[in-house]
Protein backbone atom coordinates (compact mmCIF):
# COMPACT_ATOMS: atom_id res chain seq x y z
CA UNK A 1 0.00 0.00 0.00
CA UNK A 2 1.15 3.58 -0.74
CA UNK A 3 -0.36 6.53 0.46
CA UNK A 4 0.44 9.92 -0.60
CA UNK A 5 0.20 12.91 1.60
CA UNK A 6 0.05 16.36 -1.24
CA UNK A 7 -0.55 19.21 -0.33
CA UNK A 8 0.85 22.84 -0.90
CA UNK A 9 3.65 23.99 1.70
CA UNK A 10 2.91 24.80 4.75
CA UNK A 11 -0.36 22.70 4.90
CA UNK A 12 0.72 20.79 7.32
CA UNK A 13 2.00 17.45 5.30
CA UNK A 14 4.93 16.79 7.83
CA UNK A 15 2.79 17.02 11.26
CA UNK A 16 0.38 14.89 10.22
CA UNK A 17 3.00 12.37 9.16
CA UNK A 18 4.12 12.84 12.55
CA UNK A 19 1.21 12.21 14.35
CA UNK A 20 0.89 9.06 11.78
CA UNK A 21 4.33 8.20 12.64
CA UNK A 22 3.57 8.15 16.36
CA UNK A 23 0.34 6.50 16.88
CA UNK A 24 1.81 3.72 14.38
CA UNK A 25 4.40 2.84 17.13
CA UNK A 26 1.20 1.86 19.28
CA UNK A 27 0.24 -1.26 17.17
CA UNK A 28 3.18 -1.98 14.54
CA UNK A 29 4.41 -5.53 14.23
CA UNK A 30 7.61 -4.82 13.17
CA UNK A 31 9.88 -1.94 12.27
CA UNK A 32 8.84 1.31 11.27
CA UNK A 33 11.39 3.36 9.52
CA UNK A 34 11.39 7.33 8.45
CA UNK A 35 13.21 8.89 5.82
CA UNK A 36 13.73 12.69 5.87
CA UNK A 37 15.68 14.87 3.79
CA UNK A 38 17.82 16.38 6.56
CA UNK A 39 17.75 15.56 10.60
CA UNK A 40 15.02 17.49 11.41
CA UNK A 41 12.19 15.34 13.15
CA UNK A 42 14.74 13.12 15.76
CA UNK A 43 12.55 15.12 18.52
CA UNK A 44 9.38 14.46 17.06
CA UNK A 45 8.93 10.72 17.04
CA UNK A 46 9.11 8.02 18.89
CA UNK A 47 12.60 6.49 19.86
CA UNK A 48 11.42 3.42 18.11
CA UNK A 49 11.07 5.03 15.26
CA UNK A 50 14.50 4.19 12.99
CA UNK A 51 14.87 7.98 11.50
CA UNK A 52 17.18 8.37 8.15
CA UNK A 53 18.33 11.26 6.84
CA UNK A 54 18.41 11.16 3.27
CA UNK A 55 21.65 14.09 3.31
CA UNK A 56 23.72 11.59 4.53
CA UNK A 57 22.87 9.07 0.98
CA UNK A 58 23.46 9.96 -2.77
CA UNK A 59 19.88 9.35 -3.20
CA UNK A 60 19.22 12.53 -5.61
CA UNK A 61 17.20 10.40 -7.96
CA UNK A 62 14.05 8.16 -7.95
CA UNK A 63 16.22 5.61 -9.78
CA UNK A 64 19.14 6.20 -6.99
CA UNK A 65 16.03 6.30 -4.40
CA UNK A 66 14.59 2.90 -6.05
CA UNK A 67 18.09 1.23 -5.29
CA UNK A 68 18.25 2.84 -1.51
CA UNK A 69 14.65 1.54 -0.40
CA UNK A 70 15.05 -1.33 -2.07
CA UNK A 71 18.77 -2.37 -0.14
CA UNK A 72 17.38 -1.05 2.73
CA UNK A 73 14.06 -3.65 2.88
CA UNK A 74 17.02 -6.32 1.64
CA UNK A 75 18.83 -5.79 4.80
CA UNK A 76 16.19 -5.85 6.99
CA UNK A 77 12.89 -7.95 6.35
CA UNK A 78 11.13 -6.80 9.58
CA UNK A 79 10.45 -3.02 7.86
CA UNK A 80 6.93 -3.10 7.74
CA UNK A 81 6.07 0.56 7.20
CA UNK A 82 8.65 3.50 5.55
CA UNK A 83 7.28 6.96 6.25
CA UNK A 84 9.34 9.81 3.66
CA UNK A 85 8.74 12.90 4.19
CA UNK A 86 9.03 15.43 1.45
CA UNK A 87 9.73 13.21 -1.59
CA UNK A 88 10.82 15.82 -4.25
CA UNK A 89 13.10 17.34 -1.97
CA UNK A 90 15.11 14.22 -1.51
CA UNK A 91 15.18 13.22 -4.90
CA UNK A 92 14.80 16.48 -6.86
CA UNK A 93 12.01 15.12 -9.28
CA UNK A 94 9.73 17.57 -10.29
CA UNK A 95 8.27 15.83 -13.78
CA UNK A 96 4.89 14.23 -12.68
CA UNK A 97 4.65 11.59 -15.08
CA UNK A 98 8.52 10.34 -13.53
CA UNK A 99 7.40 10.62 -10.36
CA UNK A 100 3.89 8.90 -11.27
CA UNK A 101 6.40 6.06 -12.47
CA UNK A 102 7.89 5.87 -9.28
CA UNK A 103 4.61 5.65 -7.32
CA UNK A 104 3.60 2.67 -9.17
CA UNK A 105 7.03 0.90 -8.94
CA UNK A 106 6.25 1.51 -5.30
CA UNK A 107 3.17 0.16 -5.15
CA UNK A 108 4.42 -2.95 -6.43
CA UNK A 109 7.37 -2.80 -4.60
CA UNK A 110 4.72 -2.61 -1.29
CA UNK A 111 2.41 -5.45 -2.65
CA UNK A 112 4.88 -8.08 -3.31
CA UNK A 113 6.93 -7.43 0.16
CA UNK A 114 4.27 -6.37 2.12
CA UNK A 115 4.93 -3.50 2.99
CA UNK A 116 3.43 -0.30 3.70
CA UNK A 117 4.74 3.36 2.57
CA UNK A 118 3.55 6.99 3.01
CA UNK A 119 5.07 9.77 1.38
CA UNK A 120 4.43 13.32 1.69
CA UNK A 121 4.94 15.81 -1.55
CA UNK A 122 5.15 19.62 -1.99
CA UNK A 123 2.31 20.12 -4.37
CA UNK A 124 3.64 23.59 -5.22
CA UNK A 125 6.30 21.59 -7.82
CA UNK A 126 4.36 20.19 -10.21
CA UNK A 127 0.24 19.54 -11.13
CA UNK A 128 -0.35 16.02 -10.21
CA UNK A 129 -1.60 13.73 -12.81
CA UNK A 130 -4.27 11.16 -12.47
CA UNK A 131 -2.11 8.56 -11.86
CA UNK A 132 -0.50 10.10 -8.71
CA UNK A 133 -4.18 11.23 -7.64
CA UNK A 134 -4.65 7.78 -6.97
CA UNK A 135 -2.61 7.26 -4.30
CA UNK A 136 -3.87 10.20 -2.40
Same mark, same amino acid.
Given at each position: ???? @? ?5 A????QL??? @? ?7 Q?? *??C @???? !?? *???? *???? #? !? ?8 ? !?? *??? =????L ?20 I ?10 ? =??N????F????? #?? =??I??N ?8 G ?5
Amino acid at each position: MVRV @ILDKAGAGKTKQLIEQ @INAETEVAQGN *LVC @IEPK !RE *LTYD *LHYH #I !RLVPAEDYPV !RS *LEA =FQGFLAGMYASNYDITHIFIDNLIKITGEKDPVRIET =FLNWLDSFSEKNN #IK =FTITMNADHFTPTEGIKKFC
